[in-house]
């Protein structure tokens, strides 16, 4: 049994627990399974059958973990990434004006492109060449990207006229709601409380029940259909062909690249995997992974599919191999079958989530040299203008050109690398014919 646990999922007896790689895996599940119900919900607003996009969240999180588990022998779990399904809807679908089929097609394309990238190992040197102050502030600004998501959706800020935006009503219905979960989760957070962000959002959908915001359906039942979205690509040479599908397909590349980098240098280094010269341990097995499980969940109908920061409770737990994520492929198989209580949670029970998980991805603004401005002035405007322009995209454009323009004028253009100065004037082009 040892030696097939060792050959299968690269679990040594001698320095592992079976019973903490099984306990690693449940807690892993735990942190992230609110995704079952938080995808469904942010892609859903592009015109997705919701029911549909349940099973396909299922699904995707099941092979892409199951490749990480058996390929890269990783204790990692993946699923529908979080910023990069707002990307989805926010920017492909309801700023830019695609279709949804348009932009799984950019993603189905986006996976292709990665497993070329990640077979040549050019994926890994893209990622060095990038500035550390950049990397930890795109993270960070998913972050802040996210959590205005959550607080839009929940009721607690509203539009308005003259300010932008202003505090929504918050002593009655949804708003008021979405400020107990808030308090719910952030008290379940504090505790370390396992499994907090689930919790958090079943005791929340629970309270809704009263104030009617809460409508159960049933408990359990088979897998809803992901046929309205499987496979539902725009393969037309109009759109293939495109000025448009480059530009969105570029940018799923480049927010994929630093989700995924950000999640694994964040999880790796709190499992020990990280070598000493900087390189992160199965790197390459972990991006394709990542790469195979993006194509995989663009058949199936999801957002990019990618490595979760969540694992990172897993490893806490004292997992190392790929045994652990294992385990969380077995509790997604399982939680299939459980679709209504998913389904039934409503929108304010959903903010309390992104503004935590926000919160998360908010961190590696503590690693950022605040003192050197020629560093922190760009990393700044990235995360910031993420928020405020409502675009992933847009921030990290002003970032990158930022920092090449502020370093070329200080004469500090020895930082810089040929691959940072042609991605800065590849983002003015766009900027200027765009």
């Not at 449940?26 to 059958?49: K, Q, R």
Request: hydrophobic fraction near 55%; glycine fraction near 10%; aromatic fraction near 10%.
């Amino acid at each position: 049994m040892g030696n097939f646990l060792t050959k299968v999922f690269g679990f040594e007896p001698t320095k592992m627990k079976l019973s903490t790689e099984l306990m690693a895996g449940l807690t892993t599940f735990l942190a992230m399974a609110y995704i079952l119900a938080v995808n469904p919900a942010i892609l859903s607003e592009t015109g997705m059958d919701k029911n549909a996009l349940f099973t396909t969240t299922a699904l995707a999180a099941i092979f892409g973990t199951l490749v990480m588990s058996v390929y890269a022998k990783l204790p990692f779990a993946l699923g529908p990434g979080m910023g990069l399904n707002a990307f989805f809807t926010y920017s492909v679908c309801l700023g830019m004006g695609h279709s949804w089929q348009f932009a799984l097609t950019a993603i189905l394309i986006e996976g292709i492109i990665f497993i070329l990238l990640t077979v040549t190992n050019v994926r890994e040197a893209l990622v060095n060449a990038i500035p550390m102050s950049l990397r930890r502030a795109i993270g960070a600004g998913i972050g802040l990207f996210i959590a205005f998501i959550g607080l839009k959706n929940g009721g607690i800020i509203v539009d308005n006229p003259a300010t932008l935006v202003d505090l929504g009503t918050i002593t009655s219905g949804t708003g008021l709601l979405a400020v107990i979960g808030l308090l719910i989760t952030g008290l379940l957070v504090i505790f370390n409380v396992p499994g907090s962000l689930l919790i958090g959002i079943i005791a929340t959908t629970l309270i809704g029940i009263p104030m009617g915001l809460t409508k159960f359906t049933g408990v359990a039942a088979l897998p809803p259909s992901i046929s309205p979205i499987f496979a539902q690509f725009d393969l037309s040479k109009e759109s293939i062909l495109s000025w448009e599908m480059f530009v969105v397909v570029f940018t799923f590349l480049f927010v994929d690249l630093f989700d995924t980098l950000g999640t694994l240098v964040g999880v790796t280094t709190k499992a020990g995997m990280v070598e000493k010269d900087g390189t992160i341990k199965n790197v390459n097995k972990a991006f394709m992974a990542d790469s195979l499980a993006t194509v995989a969940g663009s058949i199936l109908g999801t957002s990019t599919v990618t490595t979760f920061v969540e694992s990172a409770a897993g490893v806490a737990q004292g997992g190392r191999s790929g045994l652990t994520s294992f385990t969380t492929v077995v509790c997604f198989v399982l939680a299939l079958f459980f679709a209504p209580l998913f389904l039934a949670i409503p929108a304010a029970a959903i903010c309390p989530i992104l503004v935590i998980v926000g919160l998360f991805m908010l961190s590696p603004i503590t690693e950022i040299d605040l003192s050197d401005y020629s560093e922190s002035i760009p990393a700044y405007l990235c995360l910031l203008l993420m928020p405020f322009t409502f675009s992933i995209s847009n921030g990290i454009l002003i970032g990158f050109v930022s920092y090449v323009l502020l370093n070329i004028l200080t004469g500090k253009y020895k930082k810089l690398n040929v691959f940072m100065c042609v991605l800065a004037i590849l983002f003015v082009l766009k900027f200027i014919f765009l």
